[in-house]
């Protein structure tokens, strides 16, 4: 069994940043990719980011391309976000998790742990 869980969430104004850090217990998960998906009120939980087990290959959502980095050190069952140029639309609350394999991608069922989520309010 493994244990996520989040932090750095907030309230930001428009155009902000923050950082989200995510740390896996029980378990190891430094052999699994690890991601980042997100779930605004009254909409489906949806894919942000997601890094290889090694954390040389990321993928990104393309809402969020360009302005969001996803980042981890080898070996530590730990991931981060970093959120730039935060928009109103990036609100929701934010979740990480662990996939089933070394590389991961979009698909919610390619990831087995999943944290509580931590919440994350841009203002306009």
């Known amino acids: 069994q493994v244990h996520l869980v989040e932090s750095g969430g907030g309230l930001v104004q428009a155009g902000g940043s923050l950082r989200l850090s995510c740390t896996a217990s029980?378990?190891?998960?430094?052999?699994?990719?690890m991601g980042w998906f997100r779930q605004a009120p009254g909409k489906d939980r949806e894919f942000v980011a997601s890094i290889s087990w090694r954390g040389g290959s990321a993928l990104y959502a393309d809402s969020v391309k360009g302005r969001f980095t996803i980042s981890r050190e080898y070996g530590v069952s730990s991931v981060a976000l970093e959120m730039n140029n935060l928009k109103p639309e990036d609100t929701a609350v934010y979740y990480c998790?662990?996939?089933?394999?070394?590389?991961?991608?979009?698909?919610?069922?390619?990831?087995?742990?999943w944290g509580q989520g931590t919440q994350v309010t841009v203002s306009s």
């Open positions: 998790a662990v996939g089933l394999r070394p590389y991961a991608g979009p698909l919610m069922d390619g990831y087995r742990y």
């Open positions: 029980g378990r190891t998960a430094s052999n699994n990719a």
